[in-house]
C-alpha cells in the first residue's frame, strides 16, 4: 500500500508564497514522475508541474517563472515552491507519484494521488 501525502496548504494573499509538500511512504521500490495538480471550483483538473526522477521539470504556461517543483529522492517527497501567488491560483493541489512496487514478485508501476490540500490566494 501506497500513500501520498500532501501538506503546505493555507490561505495567503496576492504577491506571497507558499511551500507544499507531498510524502510518499509504504512498499515504495521507485518513485519515477512525480506531478502536482490543481482543480478550482467548477472546473477540471489541470497539470500545474511535473518533475522525473533525474530531475527534468515541464511547467503549466501560467505558473512558469512563479513556481518550483522540486523532489528528493532519498526521502521519496516531492515539493512545489509557489510565489508571486494570484487569485486565479486558488484550487485544491493534488500530487501525483508514479510508484514501482513489488507485489507477488511482480513489478509494477501504478499512478497514486493524494487527498490534495486546499491554496486560496486572496486579492
Known amino acids: 500500500q501506497v500513500q501520498l501525502v500532501e501538506s503546505g496548504g493555507g490561505l495567503v494573499q496576492a504577491g506571497g508564497s507558499l511551500r507544499l509538500s507531498c510524502a510518499a511512504s509504504g512498499n515504495i521500490l521507485s518513485i519515477s514522475d512525480m506531478g502536482w495538480y490543481r482543480q478550482a471550483p467548477g472546473k477540471q483538473r489541470e497539470l500545474v508541474a511535473t518533475?522525473?526522477?533525474?530531475?527534468?521539470?515541464n511547467y503549466a504556461d501560467s505558473v512558469k517563472d512563479r513556481f518550483t517543483i522540486a523532489r528528493d529522492n532519498k526521502k521519496n517527497t516531492g515539493y512545489l515552491q509557489m510565489n508571486s501567488l494570484k487569485p486565479e491560483d486558488t484550487a485544491v493541489y493534488y500530487c501525483?507519484?508514479?510508484?514501482?512496487?513489488?507485489?507477488?514478485?511482480?513489478?509494477?508501476?501504478?499512478?497514486?494521488w493524494g487527498q490534495g490540500t486546499q491554496v486560496t490566494v486572496s486579492s
Open positions: 518533475i522525473t526522477r533525474g530531475g527534468r521539470t
Open positions: 501525483n507519484a508514479k510508484v514501482a512496487t513489488i507485489v507477488s514478485i511482480i513489478l509494477r508501476y501504478d499512478d497514486y
